[in-house]
């Protein structure tokens, strides 16, 4: 689901480096080429490659190993989008890294819009032309400070159908390969022309079904895009054993548990999948991450107006969370209406009765504000109203990115 706001703050010392304008290739004599064996797989897309397995492939290439290392400054400082566009590299490089069918892993944005509060979704077109989206949430606080959150999906689509949620109405394609992941970060960092400071795995599809994608796009976010693990968020519906699965990675990113209703009969109307994941196993699975990693659980909560927002839901929540562990914290994101919901937004004052209630329970709560509303309100939402149309076939230039 959509993040709306991220409370988490960072002061921002980095900016985001100049596309640098490359002159004319280097003619480097190459050593004698040896033919790599490489595996017919997904592999062949740059974006998402470490410093050492980019010096391993110039190595496999017959290149000195530096020419790795300039392959992965070409990838995640210059943001060269295309093998063509590497001229610090050997011409005989370049070409046998082509004809293998290596691929740098950039896709074009098939469309951005931007809201009045600065929230910007895009549209990523991919190699086979699906959709996802991206958002970039700027917020400047009171001291001036700027963070820059990217709100990431990790699947086409997903196949959970949580009832309120556009992205589940519309249905599941695929996971996300690593750099698909990456490179949605790359592209928000060039629209605002900063860098990310926070990144938050919720937007479309369940991380946890792409889990081994999410933890290689994790690790390149943090070592080769440099942003720090505390900084990052994984979000989770609940999918049986995936939670211990990440504790064992024992990462210093938040784990964000999206519970949306304080017992298992609300949950299982909510969300469909529930059934095959009882809360009180999801709970007793957040406090062993706990234990595990020394890293606390929040819980996402969406009001729904008449279904989980009154005050009683509230106190048997805090309950709930004071049953498996000490100091919760809980971001109460009231809904965004979507087409075709059968949900209503809550009113603002059963969103402070909520919390309050809450609060009164010593829960620490956060309410979302909501952000971007008008850039196609929900998660998927913009992406639905897309993909109802057939896809454009002409590339997308940045003058076609426009804000309403
Ligand atoms: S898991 Fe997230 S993206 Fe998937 S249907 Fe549920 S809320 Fe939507």
Same mark, same amino acid.
């Given at each position: 689901?959509?993040?709306?706001?991220?409370?988490?703050?960072?002061?921002?010392?980095?900016?985001?480096?100049?596309?640098?304008?490359?002159?004319?290739?280097?003619?480097?004599?190459?050593?004698?080429?040896?033919?790599?064996?490489?595996?017919?797989?997904?592999?062949?897309?740059?974006?998402?490659?470490?410093?050492?397995?980019?010096?391993?492939?110039?190595?496999?290439? +017959?290149?000195?190993?530096?020419?790795?290392?300039?392959?992965?400054?070409?990838?995640?400082?210059?943001?060269?989008?295309?093998?063509?566009?590497?001229?610090?590299?050997?011409?005989?490089?370049?070409?046998?890294?082509?004809?293998?069918?290596?691929? #740098?892993?950039?896709?074009?944005?098939?469309?951005?819009?931007?809201?009045?509060?600065?929230?910007?979704?895009?549209?990523?077109?991919?190699? &086979?032309?699906?959709?996802?989206?991206?958002?970039?949430?700027?917020?400047?606080?009171?001291?001036?400070? %700027?963070?820059?959150?990217?709100? #990431?999906?990790?699947? *086409?689509?997903?196949?959970?159908?949580?009832?309120?949620?556009?992205?589940?109405? +519309?249905?599941?394609?695929?996971?996300?390969?690593?750099?698909? !992941?990456?490179?949605?970060?790359?592209?928000?960092?060039?629209?605002?022309?900063?860098?990310?400071?926070?990144? #938050? %795995?919720?937007?479309?599809?369940?991380?946890?079904?792409?889990? =081994?994608?999410?933890?290689?796009?994790?690790?390149?976010?943090?070592? &080769?895009?440099?942003?720090?693990?505390?900084?990052?968020?994984?979000?989770?519906?609940?999918?049986?054993?995936?939670?211990?699965?990440?504790?064992?990675?024992?990462?210093?990113?938040?784990?964000?548990?999206?519970?949306?209703?304080?017992?298992?009969? !609300?949950?299982?109307?909510? !969300?469909?999948?529930?059934?095959?994941?009882?809360?009180?196993?999801?709970?007793?699975?957040?406090?062993?991450?706990?234990?595990?990693?020394?890293?606390? #659980?929040? %819980?996402?909560?969406?009001?729904?107006?008449?279904?989980?927002?009154?005050?009683?839901?509230?106190?048997?929540?805090?309950?709930?969370?004071?049953?498996?562990?000490?100091?919760?914290?809980?971001?109460?994101?009231?809904?965004?209406?979507?087409? +075709?919901?059968?949900?209503?937004?809550?009113?603002? =004052?059963?969103?402070?009765? %909520?919390?309050?209630?809450?609060?009164?329970?010593?829960?620490?709560?956060? *309410?979302?504000?909501?952000?971007?509303? &008008?850039?196609?309100?929900?998660?998927?939402?913009?992406?639905?109203?897309?993909?109802?149309?057939?896809?454009?076939?002409?590339?997308?230039?940045?003058?076609?990115?426009?804000?309403?």
């Amino acid at each position: 689901m959509a993040v709306l706001q991220q409370g988490c703050s960072a002061s921002i010392a980095r900016s985001l480096r100049p596309h640098i304008s490359m002159t004319a290739a280097a003619a480097i004599a190459s050593p004698p080429m040896v033919v790599p064996m490489l595996r017919k797989t997904d592999s062949r897309f740059l974006i998402g490659m470490s410093e050492s397995e980019l010096r391993q492939l110039a190595l496999d290439y +017959g290149q000195k190993s530096y020419r790795g290392k300039q392959l992965h400054d070409l990838l995640y400082k210059t943001r060269a989008k295309e093998i063509q566009d590497f001229s610090h590299l050997p011409q005989v490089f370049r070409e046998e890294l082509r004809e293998a069918g290596w691929r #740098v892993g950039r896709s074009p944005i098939h469309r951005a819009v931007t809201a009045s509060d600065g929230t910007v979704k895009i549209l990523i077109r991919l190699e &086979d032309n699906r959709l996802i989206e991206a958002v970039g949430i700027p917020v400047e606080d009171d001291k001036g400070s %700027f963070r820059l959150t990217a709100c #990431v999906s990790s699947q *086409v689509g997903c196949p959970l159908r949580c009832s309120f949620c556009a992205t589940g109405k +519309g249905g599941y394609s695929r996971n996300l390969l690593r750099h698909e !992941i990456v490179e949605q970060v790359m592209a928000i960092e060039e629209i605002f022309k900063h860098r990310v400071t926070n990144v #938050v %795995f919720m937007g479309m599809g369940e991380p946890m079904l792409n889990l =081994k994608s999410v933890l290689e796009a994790h690790r390149c976010l943090n070592k &080769d895009i440099q942003i720090g693990q505390r900084m990052m968020t994984i979000s989770t519906v609940g999918v049986p054993n995936t939670i211990k699965m990440l504790a064992s990675h024992k990462l210093q990113s938040t784990l964000a548990v999206s519970l949306h209703a304080p017992n298992q009969k !609300i949950r299982e109307e909510i !969300i469909p999948s529930a059934k095959s994941y009882p809360l009180d196993a999801i709970m007793h699975d957040c406090k062993e991450y706990f234990l595990e990693t020394g890293r606390r #659980v929040s %819980f996402e909560y969406t009001l729904l107006a008449g279904t989980n927002d009154a005050v009683e839901h509230a106190i048997e929540l805090a309950e709930l969370l004071h049953c498996y562990s000490r100091g919760s914290h809980v971001n109460l994101i009231p809904f965004n209406p979507i087409d +075709g919901s059968e949900y209503r937004r809550p009113y603002k =004052k059963a969103v402070l009765a %909520f919390a309050a209630a809450l609060e009164d329970k010593k829960i620490t709560v956060t *309410v979302r504000q909501t952000r971007g509303l &008008d850039a196609s309100a929900a998660c998927g939402q913009l992406r639905n109203d897309f993909q109802k149309s057939p896809l454009l076939e002409v590339p997308t230039t940045e003058s076609q990115l426009s804000p309403l």
